[in-house]
């Protein structure tokens, strides 16, 4: 038998065990202290409903110099199986001897371990271990494991996880039902508003939602019940293929700024019964900025500004993300240049409620979604990051060390701890801006962490 190198080590996932070394110098007991290991590779296989289908992973063991003097080790059994409660799969090994055999020293043997599924078998995660001594597996504690996912037949995702409106203006939700598998599915979907206000005491009411394109209904901004729809969509067959559903809805007139409404959409296959689930999240922004020079906009004429940036770049100014997820700001410089740009970027602990313009004497540089230290009033930022820019632009705020010059962009791999909603916008240099001073206002982003 040829054996693959020795410098193959596989310690990193593997379970120890303790088996009879097959030479005279290693006896039971006292060599009871485990020199080799197996792993097996875990892995996912995407559903096949007309044919049985199959995954194949790595098993290796490796014999490990220890303290039973560099002996070779007795394999007494190699037995697979199901550690979960679905009992669907069969199990062929290959690449190994008839147990029993022996393991020389410092040897490392691979092989494929492949699992097979019946066309029937229902998405989810499956548990496998490998027994090498006791064949009364799984009853005993098996010595390596390894999981499989099947993926679903269907999922559903946002393409877009959030959003702004202006009370009372129909905006669209768009979600995108993709097939997992070769053949048309059918899928049920249903839709749920649920809305949650800037008040802990507030219940909240819903916000009126249709499948477009059929116009939103008037609603109740009192009724307590969520409006659900259901519907029914032909995905095309192909892995990959899609439906994208665009859900239209409208915040009541008198919804106020920093409300926010949640739509959860489950699409369900029809033949499997599967479901899978996705949100996006439509926020409540103030009416009087509904014009030209909104100060989401800034005035740079692009978005240099962005939170977890996605390409294409979204025009979209509110971001939303979950509770320890990581979150990504990242500053460009101005086309128009300098290619270095001096910046300052606020952060208030709220959403926009106040607009503000900058003035610098009888100039204005720009439109603000809050106030700044630079402009009095309030709220005032909480954090400031600055390069390039006197002290001034934020004095009085706890400023955070950034980079020297935009472009720039700054990770937070832990995220946010808690929910809580965030304005940032910042001041930038452009050579493009419509004032002697060569600043512009930036976008802005909204980011809701929850």
Not at 403 to 430: C, H, M, R, Y
Request: charged share 10%.
């Amino acid at each position: 038998m040829k054996y693959p190198r020795t410098t193959r080590w596989l310690m990193t996932s593997a379970l120890l065990f303790a088996v009879n070394g097959g030479a005279q110098a290693c006896t039971d007991p006292p060599c009871n202290i485990s020199t080799s290991a197996c792993s097996l590779s875990s892995g996912s296989v995407k559903r096949d409903l007309i044919n049985p289908f199959s995954i194949t992973l790595e098993f290796c063991l490796t014999n490990i110099d220890g303290p039973c003097g560099g002996s070779p080790v007795t394999i007494p059994n190699i037995v697979i199986a199901q550690l979960d409660s679905f009992g669907d799969a069969t199990a062929s090994l290959t690449g190994f001897p008839a147990p029993p055999f022996d393991l020389p020293v410092d040897t490392t043997l691979c092989g494929d371990l492949t699992l097979t599924f019946p066309s029937a078998a229902a998405a989810g995660e499956r548990s496998f271990g490998v027994c090498l001594r006791d064949p009364n597996c799984p009853n005993s504690p098996p010595d390596c494991v390894a999981t499989v996912n099947i993926t679903e037949t269907v999922s559903v995702v946002p393409i877009e996880p959030g959003g702004c409106a202006l009370p009372g203006l129909e905006t669209k939700r768009f979600f995108r039902v993709s097939n997992c598998t070769g053949i048309a599915r059918t899928v049920d979907f249903s839709v749920t508003s649920i809305q949650t206000t800037t008040t802990a005491s507030e219940d909240g009411d819903h916000f009126p939602i249709s499948i477009c394109p059929a116009p939103v209904p008037p609603g109740d901004p009192l009724d307590p019940v969520p409006p659900v729809l259901a519907s029914t969509v032909n995905v095309p067959a192909g892995v990959g293929s899609f439906v994208d559903i665009a859900i239209a809805s409208a915040s009541f007139p008198g919804c106020h700024p920093g409300s926010a409404c949640k739509y959860r959409l489950v699409a369900t296959d029809q033949a499997t019964g599967e479901e899978s689930i996705a949100e996006s999240t439509l926020m409540v922004i103030n009416s009087t900025w509904n014009k030209i020079d909104s100060p989401l906009a800034g005035n740079v004429g692009e978005n240099v500004l962005s939170v977890n940036p996605v390409i294409p770049p979204s025009t979209d100014p509110c971001v939303v993300v979950g509770v320890g997820d990581p979150v990504t700001v990242q500053m460009d410089a101005p086309t128009a240049g300098p290619v270095q740009a001096k910046y300052v970027l606020w952060v208030w602990p709220v959403g926009p409620t106040a607009p503000t313009f900058l003035n610098v004497g009888q100039t204005v540089l720009g439109y603000l979604a809050n106030p700044v230290p630079l402009t009095g009033g309030g709220p005032q930022p909480f954090r400031c990051v600055r390069g390039g820019l006197p002290n001034v632009v934020c004095s009085g705020v706890t400023q955070v060390n950034g980079p020297a010059l935009a472009p720039w962009s700054l990770t937070k791999n832990s995220g946010i701890a808690q929910p809580v909603t965030f304005t940032l916008q910042g001041l930038i240099e452009d050579q493009g801006a419509n004032n002697q001073f060569g600043f512009s206002v930036t976008n802005a982003i909204v980011l809701k962490v929850q």
